[in-house]
DNA sequence: GGAGTCAGTTAACGATGACTAACATTCGAG
DNA sequence: CTCGAATGTTAGTCATCGTTAACTGACTCC
């Protein structure tokens, strides 16, 4: 069989993420990830080959995730009309946060225990999806310059990547309602 | 001496709070700690009674000077002009997120590193931050749901924590005027 | 000038945790 | 039926780390 590797794999890097996500990466021991998929201990090792590496290749597929979603959404249907492109961006990201809370904490949060190498094509990946906000924003503020986009497009991912932290008191409807508006109005006035 | 010693308990807290926030509480030693303030390891026991006390320490500190600086703010001068008050809790919180990008970064991901008790008081306190937010959010907006204005205040705060990601393209002060007037326009919309 | 406290040192202990080794089981292919 | 690959298991190694113990120098106070 060549399905229930790969169930596995994606098994143990759901678990992974969601501990993670809850207890830090060096707060979650590769016996509790074990656990938490029902094997013990250095099963992992028959998927994955060390700690490090889980985490690598769930930071590289967030990353990978978001910038492709980016790249087809940002150049959607008419280039002339930003707005629209701005308001797919959004709803990706919103979709993404509400649906992923736990990847987007350990996105935020644990970047430095990646090695080097992987961190750094982490970095061009997350830095190739902001700079797709950049352009859609360049073209609704054209004169306002370069660094400021960038901030502020950083400043409204924090805004979005608050999901986690506001758990559950609206819907998911309520709450993409809500960023999408919040998200919008912030980058009306940054000009 | 009794200045020395306020001195060294301050400075550990200093080193320990840009140790954590670049590499996490789990990431770092109490090793590691002591060299950053030019001691070596369990010096650090003549000032703190544990690695956990030493970050309970820290997070009940920022907790408590945020919420009393919220309620300085929140009440200021007129009463009536609810406006004021919020931009008042605006400068502020970026004042203060600007001035000690680590600190926020601390608290933003070690509360479930404290113990259990400590962190209940931590989280009163966040909340009774959170509680002026709110309070002056409902008089801008009468008709919306305090649920909604809980998710909108945290939506805020991810944005304007979002400094210590975006660090150092722009001035310190076109940050704050940018960060003021974004999250000022995304509190607009949302009833 | 001794007594006591403060703040530091190095050495050791005990626990935890990542990773490896050696062995077991299942199961499809030839 | 048997071979071998895939996927587990348990036991053990080695490093790291939080914490404690025992000891030392400096400074204050009677």
Redesign the pocket.
């Known amino acids: 069989?060549k399905s229930?590797?790969r169930n596995?794999r994606a098994e143990i890097l759901d678990a992974a993420a969601a501990l993670f996500a809850a207890r830090g990466f060096h707060g979650?021991?590769?016996?509790d990830i074990?656990a938490a998929v029902g094997?013990?201990?250095?099963?992992l090792?028959?998927?994955f080959s060390?700690?490090?590496a889980l985490l690598t290749e769930m930071l590289l597929g967030i990353s990978e995730r978001l910038r492709e979603q980016g790249a087809r959404l940002a150049t959607t249907a008419d280039p002339d009309t930003a707005e629209a492109a701005l308001d797919a961006l959004l709803a990706g990201h919103i979709e993404f946060a509400l649906r992923h809370p736990a990847l987007i904490r350990v996105q935020e949060r644990e970047l430095d225990n990646v090695p080097e190498q992987a961190r750094r094509a982490i970095r061009r990946l997350q830095r190739l999806y902001a700079e797709e906000w950049v352009a859609v924003l360049a073209e609704l503020h054209p004169d306002c310059p370069q660094a400021r986009l960038r901030a502020a497009a950083h400043a409204v991912f924090g805004l979005l990547n608050s999901t986690p932290h506001s758990a559950g008191e609206l819907s998911p409807e309520a709450m993409a309602g809500l960023l999408h508006t919040m998200a919008r109005a912030a980058l009306c006035r940054i000009g």
């Open positions: 069989m229930p590797t596995r979650v021991s590769i016996e074990g094997v013990s201990g250095p099963a090792y028959r998927h060390g700690k490090e």
